[in-house]
């Protein structure tokens, strides 16, 4: 396995390369970001608030339309394909899903029919998709017993979980987390963040997790690359990234930033 935690060989299973993805057809988001995730790897995205992070995200899943921007240079392949000839549907039907940052839980349904709602579009039978609840539910013991609660009525900690687990039962081979601490208690993200290493660990899937927690999700993450204003400043494993001393100054562009790395 490479350092960037790529199966052996010259691919990784996520290929991202020399991106440029403009908004309104004028502004320049993202400049010549690559980037790869291999079979397995926990990958950080790390930047500060409108690094680009959002964006390359979204560029991978095909959720970028007309009106929120395109990629206009570059390319992008998932398992050798290029994602361009797939919706975002197609993708999560080959394994890619996205769990958007603010959660996006639905309110009026219940925790278990928020979860329920990511195997749709599988259309397992019933038997199947019980047996993918129960296993949910083995990795989040919580949400078992808030089955039957309101997700919106339920803590931010616990909407984070509902859409995390809504994503494992599309049966995904690579997780895009968007800022799962956004609004979290400190506890609480850490607890997100041990779930995400043991659901690496126990179902195989691959995660590309941006965060702008960068202390945290390099104790996680095998390799992380960190955007400043839509660039690639710098790149390298964790453990590489954390003993830097010039990091700070990339990761905050200079400025006296919230979240140390040390």
Not at 16 to 45: F, M, P, T
Not at 93 to 101: D, S, W
Request: glycine content about 12%; cysteine-free; hydrophobic content about 45%.
């Amino acid at each position: 396995m490479d350092p960037q935690g790529a199966a052996p060989g010259p691919q990784g299973l996520l290929e991202v390369q020399n991106i440029e993805a403009l908004y309104g057809g004028a502004v320049l988001a993202v400049r010549d970001v690559s980037l790869k995730v291999g079979k397995g790897a926990i990958v950080a995205l790390l930047g500060a608030n409108g690094a680009g992070k959002t964006t390359v995200l979204k560029a991978i899943s095909n959720l970028l339309g007309p009106e929120r921007g395109a990629v206009s240079r570059g390319a992008i392949r998932w398992d050798g394909e290029a994602v361009d000839r797939l919706s975002a549907a197609d993708l999560v039907g080959r394994g890619v899903v996205q769990v958007l940052e603010g959660r996006r839980v639905f309110p009026q349904l219940t925790v278990e029919e928020n979860i329920l709602a990511g195997s749709y579009g599988r259309r397992p039978g019933a038997a199947e998709r019980r047996r993918d609840l129960e296993q949910v539910y083995s990795w989040f013991p919580r949400l078992r017993d808030k089955r039957g609660t309101k997700a919106g009525l339920t803590s931010g900690g616990e909407q984070q979980m509902v859409a995390i687990s809504r994503a494992l039962m599309t049966k995904p081979r690579l997780v895009l987390l968007d800022e799962p601490s956004m609004g979290l208690a400190p506890i609480v993200v850490q607890e997100i963040f041990e779930i995400v290493r043991s659901l690496n660990t126990q179902s195989g899937a691959s995660f590309l997790v941006a965060e702008q927690n960068a202390n945290l999700a390099l104790r996680y993450a095998a390799y992380a690359y960190v955007l400043e204003t839509g660039r690639v400043a710098a790149e390298g494993t964790a453990a590489d990234l954390l003993s830097r001393g010039d990091i700070h100054d990339l990761y905050f562009g200079g400025s006296s930033g919230s979240v140390a790395l040390h």
